[in-house]
């Protein structure tokens, strides 16, 4: 086995069984593929078989499935056997294992032994290996967690505090090389909260330039945890991810209605925001109001005619409301806007409607007529109908036309029917092999 081969089928999911794939063989009764090809290279099969191992009591037998991909280095490998080791109460050697990789110079081993340390009564010492690594944003990340248990909150603060720039600020998360001010800020601010200094870390908060990251706020969060609505629904109408923050708040006390107007204040113009549009939508659906969301999506659909995933979310409403006739009268009328003409991201989104309405027989005959029908991947949406109504073998025919660009749909239908070794198959495409060399005056040196 190598490491870089390992980690590049883990990464992409090609080349390899993909863990949804390992699930639906321990489903479908064939653990014994599962085993075998765990013994093969196969790392979503060997760490499935090294769990079930280790539930059965079996641990020994679980870390010498692991041996070998243990033995390359691969820190995905170190992970999930430490992870075990812990779950197992041998703290001792999930310590050792991954102590070994940090001592080699893996970054990633360094933030999960400390972490691991202070699980397990040892903060302190995590704390002194960590403080060091403070500029690596990861590790700061680290160190204010481990912090807490070694009783290093203001030691901590105060390296915090000593990397707040009085007056630069970056106005994107590439600006600086390693710890940017404002995670500075966020990390000084968590500790804050937690030692009860809730006014100092809102202030602090309040000076970050970049305020949102992955769609979360730090300060609408904390100002939610605290119970601070007035300030949340100051701050909200500023910021959309604190908005949003709001909106959930309400949802979760229980005041629809407040979470309904917050979506829809005036100042944050949901026609001209589609995420926001979308989002008040789900949640007039998920409160017994299905017509009025499908309403904000049929305006939203109208502003911006050929989006697909808004066209996917109305779709799906109508079909929650059984309402297939009237989604099929709503995209058809779209269309004309457009003279009638669809690309397949946009045609494909009628089918399920179709299928509800009229049979999926129709929808797939409508699917064919289509200029891109016979496309690999109009393919696989026909096939997905095929198989929603309990007709496998029909869906892997289909698939089968274009089997190398709808591989994982076709191995997992293939793995239903009982032909697993067609699914394997169809997941490790053989290795091509290099033409043999051609002699003569033209091809004695390699073109570049």
């Known amino acids: ?83 075990l080791l ?67 909150d203001e030691e901590t603060a105060a390296l915090l505090a000593a990397r707040i720039p009085d007056e630069h ?45 992955n769609g979360r706020d730090q300060l609408a969060d904390l100002l939610a945890r605290h119970d601070r609505i007035g300030e949340l629904r100051a701050y909200a109408a500023a910021k959309n991810d604190a908005a949003w923050r709001l909106v959930e708040l309400l949802e979760e006390r ?10 829809r204040q005036a100042d944050r113009p949901i026609a001209h925001d589609p995420n926001s549009a979308v989002q008040l939508a789900l949640l007039l659906a998920r409160h017994g109001r ?40 709503y995209l058809d009328a779209l269309a004309t806007t457009r003279a009638g003409e669809e690309n397949w991201d946009l045609y494909w989104i009628r089918l399920p409607l179709i299928a509800a309405h009229h049979g999926v027989d129709d929808a797939i005959a409508q699917a064919r007529s289509h200029p891109q029908g016979t496309t690999w991947y109009a393919e696989s949406h026909i096939a997905e109908l095929l198989a929603g109504t309990g007709r496998i073998e029909e869906a892997v025919a289909v698939l089968e036309q274009h089997a190398s660009q709808n591989s994982h749909d076709l191995a997992g239908y293939l793995i239903d029917l009982g032909r697993v070794q067609d699914a394997l198959a169809i997941l490790r495409p053989p290795i091509p092999q290099a033409a043999a060399p051609v002699n003569g005056p033209w091809h004695e040196d390699p073109p570049f």
Request: hydrophobic content about 45%; some cysteine; aromatic content about 6%.
């Open 290 to 329: 299905e017509n009025e969301a499908i309403d904000v999506i049929c305006a939203l659909a109208d502003a911006r005619p050929g989006d697909d995933s808004i066209l996917h979310t109305l779709s799906e409403l109508f079909l929650d409301q059984g309402r297939a006739e009237d989604g099929l009268a």
């Open 169 to 213: 600020r970056c106005d994107s998360p590439w600006c600086c090389r390693g710890l940017d001010p404002d995670t500075v800020v966020g990390l000084l601010a968590t500790i804050r909260e937690r030692q009860g200094r809730i006014d100092e870390a809102i202030a602090l908060l309040r000076t970050r330039n970049i305020t949102s990251f």
């Open 86 to 152: 812990e779950g197992w109460d041998r703290v001792d050697e999930a310590i050792e294992i991954t102590r070994i990789r940090m001592k080699a110079g893996h970054l990633m081993a360094l933030e999960s032994y400390t972490r691991l340390l202070a699980r397990h009564g040892r903060a302190e010492e995590a704390f002194r290996l960590l403080r060091p690594q403070i500029d690596e944003p990861s590790l700061a990340t680290a160190l204010v967690d481990v912090a807490e248990e070694a009783g290093q």
């Open 254 to 263: 229980g005041d629809i209605e407040g979470a309904i107007a917050a979506c």
């Open 1 to 83: 086995m190598d490491a870089s081969d390992l980690d590049y089928r883990a990464r992409t999911r090609s080349g390899c069984i993909p863990p949804d794939l390992v699930s639906r063989l321990l489903e479908r009764g064939y653990a014994h593929v599962v085993e075998l090809e765990a013994g093969r290279g196969e790392w979503f099969c060997a760490l499935a078989w090294a769990r079930l191992l280790g539930e059965q009591g079996r641990q020994a037998d679980a870390l010498e499935i692991l041996a070998p991909y243990l033995a390359t280095g691969w820190w995905t490998a170190v992970e999930a056997a430490a992870e």
